[in-house]
């Protein structure tokens, strides 16, 4: 049976944005090791455009390259 969480991160104009979101990312990684064995399935919103580069979507698409996760988007023959 797999994990399920959601995730939501803070928007554009959030102070310390990018603190809060490299913190919750930490603790997702924490996470993610105490239930190693687990499926593990993150869903919510991560409040940036993963397919543009800026500060939020830069960090998180390196956590997900750095943790051998998938973006579901991505695996779709989908442009949405």
């Not at 944005?17 to 993150?42: G, Y």
Request: glycine share 4%; with cysteine; aromatic share 10%.
């Amino acid at each position: 049976m797999p994990t399920v969480s959601s995730l939501y991160l803070p928007c554009v104009g959030t102070a310390d944005r990018l603190c809060i979101i490299e913190e919750t990312l930490n603790d997702v990684c924490e996470w993610m090791q105490k239930f190693h064995t687990s499926v593990i399935i993150v869903g919510g919103d991560f409040n940036s455009d993963l397919d543009k580069s800026n500060s939020a979507s830069d960090l998180i698409n390196t956590f997900v390259k750095d943790n051998y996760l998938y973006r579901y988007d991505q695996l779709q023959n989908n442009t949405n």
